[in-house]
């Protein structure tokens, strides 16, 4: 009964791995660069290269019932010889990392992880497609330098609050599709964290539990997609984002999010987070 986790050694995938490894359930991450955790098997793999999407069918003592899809910046071409293949050997169900947003609901409209999460459902699959909001983990990585070299936090969103989602949350969420399911409020639930917070409210929680003042300042979209791509943000992924960005601070979407029946909250708040990963941010 094991879990393929592709996307190789990503924060997610680590975090489901370990969940599922203390469990006793068998792991086999799949990886195209080989960059995995240690203490479990890997095998080399590559969505975009067809020599080696039987591969993780072939390593000896793993019988792979189930799949954790993590496909950044991967449309339905890319993902469909291999959701096909895994059918034909044996995969019983498909847990899908997508995203919140318009864009990624299932249906025609949709792009992306979104047109992935609807071939699965036009197939007839078993599947959960998880939709997290927005990383809690990006304040390091996205927001870190800021905070720990010139105490500010700079974003688009003067006024958005959102519901941060923390990855041990995501991760928690992807163990119970694979042990679990029925855990779950729906099969495509929207993951959020448990409160709505705006980046000046983030500021000032982080001055609480640094003791030292950290502010928030407005910039724009155009400075914001330098900000993603200078940090190793993929280009689709920093439009994207970027994107995402303007439409909550034009609607704020986002609010709706607490009281819809399809979500998922987590346990970790940001305040919490922040709290326990202190020391990441401060400089050294």
């Given at each position: 009964?094991?879990?393929?986790?592709?996307?190789?050694?990503?924060?997610?995938?680590?975090?489901?791995?370990?969940?599922?490894?203390?469990?006793?359930?068998?792991?086999?991450?799949?990886?195209?660069?080989?960059?995995?955790?240690?203490?479990f098997d890997s095998v080399k793999f590559d969505f975009t290269d067809p020599s080696t999407l039987e591969a993780p069918f072939s390593v000896s003592g793993h019988k792979?019932?189930?799949?954790?899809?993590?496909?950044?910046?991967?449309?339905?071409?890319?993902?469909?010889?291999?959701?096909?293949?895994?059918?034909?050997?044996?995969?019983?169900?498909?847990?899908?990392?997508?995203?919140?947003?318009?864009?990624?609901?299932?249906?025609?409209?949709?792009?992306?992880?979104?047109?992935?999460?609807?071939?699965?459902?036009?197939?007839?699959?078993?599947?959960?497609?998880?939709?997290?909001?927005?990383?809690?983990?990006?304040?390091?990585?996205?927001?870190?330098?800021?905070?720990?070299?010139?105490?500010?936090?700079?974003?688009?969103?003067?006024?958005?609050?959102?519901?941060?989602?923390?990855?041990?949350?995501?991760?928690?969420?992807?163990?119970?599709?694979?042990?679990?399911?029925?855990?779950?409020?729906?099969?495509?639930?929207?993951?959020?964290?448990?409160?709505?917070?705006?980046?000046?409210?983030?500021?000032?929680?982080?001055?609480?539990?640094?003791?030292?003042?950290?502010?928030?300042?407005?910039?724009?979209?155009?400075?914001?997609?330098?900000?993603?791509?200078?940090?190793?943000?993929?280009?689709?992924?920093?439009?994207?984002?970027?994107?995402?960005?303007?439409?909550?601070?034009?609607?704020?979407?986002?609010?709706?999010?607490?009281?819809?029946?399809?979500?998922?909250?987590?346990?970790?708040?940001?305040?919490?987070?922040?709290?326990?990963?202190?020391?990441?941010?401060?400089?050294?």
């Open positions: 009964m094991t879990t393929l986790i592709t996307g190789g050694a990503s924060q997610t995938g680590v975090a489901l791995a370990k969940l599922l490894q203390a469990s006793g359930h068998p792991v086999l991450f799949a990886s195209r660069s080989g960059r995995v955790p240690e203490g792979i019932e189930y799949v954790y899809l993590l496909l950044p910046l991967l449309d339905l071409s890319a993902a469909k010889p291999f959701i096909d293949l895994a059918v034909t050997k044996g995969t019983k169900r498909f847990v899908l990392l997508s995203a919140s947003g318009k864009y990624k609901e299932k249906g025609p409209g949709s792009d992306g992880t979104g047109q992935v999460h609807t071939y699965l459902d036009e197939q007839g699959l078993d599947y959960v497609a998880l939709r997290p909001t927005w990383f809690t983990e990006n304040l390091l990585r996205i927001y870190g330098p800021g905070i720990k070299q010139h105490n500010v936090i700079q974003n688009t969103m003067a006024t958005a609050r959102i519901p941060l989602i923390a990855v041990d949350d995501i991760a928690q969420a992807a163990f119970d599709a694979i042990t679990d399911v029925g855990k779950l409020p729906n099969r495509e639930p929207i993951l959020i964290g448990p409160d709505l917070v705006s980046y000046s409210e983030i500021a000032e929680a982080f001055s609480q539990t640094l003791g030292r003042s950290i502010t928030f300042s407005v910039i724009s979209r155009e400075e914001m997609l330098k900000r993603y791509l200078s940090y190793g943000v993929p280009d689709a992924l920093a439009h994207y984002l970027v994107n995402r960005e303007g439409e909550e601070e034009s609607n704020g979407e986002s609010a709706a999010l607490l009281k819809d029946p399809k979500s998922l909250t987590g346990k970790l708040g940001v305040k919490e987070w922040i709290v326990k990963h202190k020391q990441d941010f401060i400089a050294a």
